[in-house]
């Protein structure tokens, strides 16, 4: 498996995660440096990104991954990734979102881990 497959494969496990609330899967593909930037600005770390999940802050139901390109720059990698994404956050209705994640990786002892997400529409 190529690193762009490892990285594609781990987006998808992201998800998966996101959508069963799965703690220790979510805890697993984000590096403890991790930071995710909404679309509104407001910046969450790790811990407090994973807490909004598990809580109900932030519902995923869903997510179809439409675009995902990668660059793998020897041990760092970034991904844009594009995918429908059915979720009910912030209190707010339940609503399918055109998001896509500008992630940025890390490669240590040949396993990828997100180390920064920026949220936005497209």
């Known amino acids: 498996m190529t690193d762009e497959d490892k990285i594609i494969q781990l987006y998808k496990d992201m998800y998966s995660a996101m959508v069963n609330k799965d703690k220790s899967e979510l805890e697993r593909v984000h590096d403890d440096s991790f930071a995710l930037i909404h679309m509104t600005g407001m910046r969450q770390s790790k811990k407090v ?4 999940i598990l809580d109900g802050t932030l519902n995923y139901y869903s997510a179809l991954h439409e675009d995902m390109q ?3 720059l020897g041990d760092t990698a970034k991904l844009i990734g594009k ?3 059915n979720a009910a956050v ?4 339940e609503h399918t ?3 896509q994640l500008d992630l940025t990786l890390i490669k240590r002892n040949d396993e990828w881990y997100f180390t920064m997400a920026r949220a936005s529409a497209y």
């Open 49 to 52: 990104y994973i807490a909004s």
């Open 70 to 72: 990668v660059q793998v």
């Open 83 to 85: 995918s429908k994404v």
């Open 90 to 93: 912030f209190g707010g209705g």
């Open 97 to 99: 979102w055109r998001l």
